[in-house]
Nanobody, 122 residues
C-alpha cells in the first residue's frame, strides 16, 4: 500500500520559516515526480511546487517563487519544502503528491498524503 506522510507544519509568525517533509513508503518513488499543493478553507487545492524524478527540474507557483524551495532525497523516498518569509496568506493545509510526470494540475497526481496544517500569524 502506498503511503505519503507529511510532517513539519505548525504555527509561525509572519516572516518566519518552516520546513515540511513528506515520506513515501510502499514503493520506490525515485522515478516519479513529487509536488506540494495547498488548500485554504473554502478554496481549491492549489499547486505550490513540484520536482522531477531526479531533481533536475522544479516548478513553483508565482506566489511562492523566491521564498519556497522544493528538494528531494530519493535514497530516503522523501521530498521537502523549505518555506521562508512566510506570509499570512500562506496559511493552508499542505499536501504532498506523487505523479508520473511533473505537472501543476492536481488531477495528474496519483497518490496523496493527508496533509499538514501551516498557520502563519500576522
Amino acid at each position: 500500500q502506498v503511503q505519503l506522510v507529511e510532517s513539519g507544519g505548525g504555527l509561525v509568525q509572519a516572516g518566519g520559516s518552516l520546513r515540511l517533509s513528506c515520506a513515501a513508503s510502499g514503493r520506490a518513488f525515485s522515478g516519479y515526480a513529487m509536488a506540494w499543493f495547498r488548500q485554504a478553507p473554502g478554496k481549491e487545492r492549489d499547486f505550490v511546487a513540484g520536482i522531477s524524478w531526479n531533481g533536475g527540474s522544479t516548478s513553483y507557483a508565482d506566489s511562492v517563487k523566491g521564498r519556497f524551495t522544493i528538494s528531494r532525497d530519493n535514497a530516503k523516498n522523501t521530498v521537502y519544502l523549505q518555506m521562508n518569509s512566510l506570509k499570512p496568506e500562506d496559511t493552508a493545509v499542505y499536501y504532498c503528491a506523487v505523479s508520473r510526470i511533473l505537472a501543476i494540475i492536481a488531477t495528474m497526481y496519483d497518490y496523496w498524503g493527508r496533509g499538514t496544517q501551516v498557520t502563519v500569524s500576522s
